[in-house]
């Protein structure tokens, strides 16, 4: 069947001629009639779940990290935090409630930005500020810009090793009307800081090239003058991300919380990610002033604050409660979201140390944690029997 936003494509080919697989992505989620503009993509009744949609203790170790953060830069005020692809906002509303139980002097200096390209709805909240928007206002603040899953989901040129030649994937339109492939030869040159220079020598490789990232870093170098960026994503360095294993495996689709990897299904319907290549993330940070402070997984980073002692802690002394710390349990588990990537960077930060950012800092045992509430995968008994697939 033809969708809205397969005829946009169709239309654009027509027009243009074959587009660049980047282009295709960039149709496919962000146009106006592209899978981001869909409703229900979060959740029970979407597409997948991430992280904050587990329960609402993920935001609570990042506010943790954050309210660190501050205290080690001398407690600026105004103290900014941007979320760039903040999608429903629930680590936004999760996080700015945890800061007001853990630290009202920060929450009284604070201002939480969601930059989304899709819009977002949220009750009015004088620390809340919502931005439509796909880059960051230049205002060169001071604070800390964070991110969940947002590298993933910028559109990627896709390139593919044939016989020691790199061909970049273009789509066209064959003689029945079907999207096709069109292979175009490329050079080393073409995307050199974006691939190894040993490429050519994965025959039949093929995966992602996501040159948004220094565009991105462009962008947060302008709006961020002062202080950290924390992103968390999915992927690999660059000596697994290029490798046979790898080939073929690294851009998904997400649809009712089923994977696949065919992008030219269900079209304006399907959610279409790519893995991040860590190194070049890196790289690309530190044309831009980014230094790194500290690389982790995602269950080493929150087990750092305290996560696997809070679960030890937790009694198991309902089948309600069992089944609650199975769930937080998935976000430190390495098999899964505890196997994602958080990359933690400072620009005009240098005199720190990551050692002193992230290290005994504790929920305090006598603060309750912030409450679940619909949105959350641990309200729902829905999903028990049915298999999830996280990204
Ligand atoms: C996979 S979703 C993740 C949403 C949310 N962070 C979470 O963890 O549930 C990616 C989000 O990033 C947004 N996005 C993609 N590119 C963006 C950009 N350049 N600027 C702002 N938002 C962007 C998408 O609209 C989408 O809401």
Same mark, same amino acid.
Request: hydrophobic share 30%.
């Given at each position: 069947m033809n969708s809205p936003a397969r005829s946009l494509i169709g239309q654009t080919i027509m027009d243009d001629g074959p587009i660049s697989f980047e282009t295709f992505m960039e149709i496919a989620l962000?146009?106006?009639?592209?899978?981001?503009?869909?409703? @229900?993509?979060?959740g029970v009744a979407g597409d997948y779940y991430t992280s904050p949609h587990i329960h609402p203790i993920f935001a609570s170790l990042c506010a943790l990290q954050v309210e660190k953060m501050w205290k080690t830069m001398d407690?600026?005020?105004?103290f900014f935090i941007i979320e760039q692809g903040?999608? @429903?906002a629930t680590l936004a509303k999760d996080f700015s409630e945890a800061i007001s139980i853990l630290n009202q002097d920060l929450y009284s200096s604070l201002t939480y930005t969601c930059v989304d390209r899709r819009q977002i709805e949220i009750a009015d909240d004088s620390h809340m500020e919502i931005v439509q928007s796909d880059y960051v206002a230049? =205002? +060169?603040?001071?604070g800390v810009l964070i991110s969940n899953e947002l590298i993933d989901s910028f559109p990627v040129r896709m390139i593919e090793v044939r016989d020691g030649e790199i061909f970049e994937i273009y789509v066209g339109i064959d003689t029945q009307g079907n999207f096709e492939e069109i292979l175009i030869p490329i050079t080393l040159d073409d995307y050199a800081d974006f /691939?190894?220079? #040993?490429?050519?020598?994965?025959?039949?490789y093929r995966g992602p090239i996501n040159t948004k990232m220094d565009d991105w870093y462009r962008n947060i170098s302008d709006a961020l003058n002062c202080g950290f960026v924390i992103t968390i994503d999915y992927g690999f360095d660059r000596e697994v991300f290029f490798s046979m294993e790898k080939s073929h495996r690294l851009l998904q689709t997400y649809y009712k919380h089923i994977d696949g990897s #065919?992008? =030219?299904?269900r079209i304006g319907s399907q959610d279409i990610t790519a893995h991040v290549d860590f190194d070049t993330l890196k790289q690309s940070g530190y044309k831009y002033g980014f230094k790194e402070f500290g690389y982790f997984s995602q269950a080493e980073w929150l087990n750092s604050m305290g996560l696997d002692h809070l679960l030890r802690n /937790?009694? %198991?002394?309902s089948l309600e409660k069992s089944r609650i710390i199975n769930l937080i349990s998935g976000l430190n588990d390495i098999s899964g979201l505890g196997g994602f990537k958080v990359l933690i960077q400072g620009k #005009?930060?240098? +005199? =720190? @140390?990551m050692r002193d950012l992230n290290? #005994?800092? =504790?929920?305090?045992?006598e603060l309750e944690l912030p409450q679940v509430k619909n949105v959350h995968m641990a309200n729902s %008994? %829905?999903?028990?029997?049915r298999e999830t697939k996280f990204f």
């Open positions: 962000y146009s106006d009639v592209g899978y981001y503009q869909n409703e @229900d993509i979060f407690r600026p005020s105004p903040a999608g @429903d230049p =205002f +060169h603040r001071t /691939m190894p220079s #040993n490429i050519r020598q994965l025959n039949g #065919n992008p =030219f299904q /937790m009694r %198991k002394d #005009n930060v240098e +005199h =720190f @140390d290290a #005994n800092i =504790f929920w305090p045992q %008994k %829905k999903l028990e029997s």
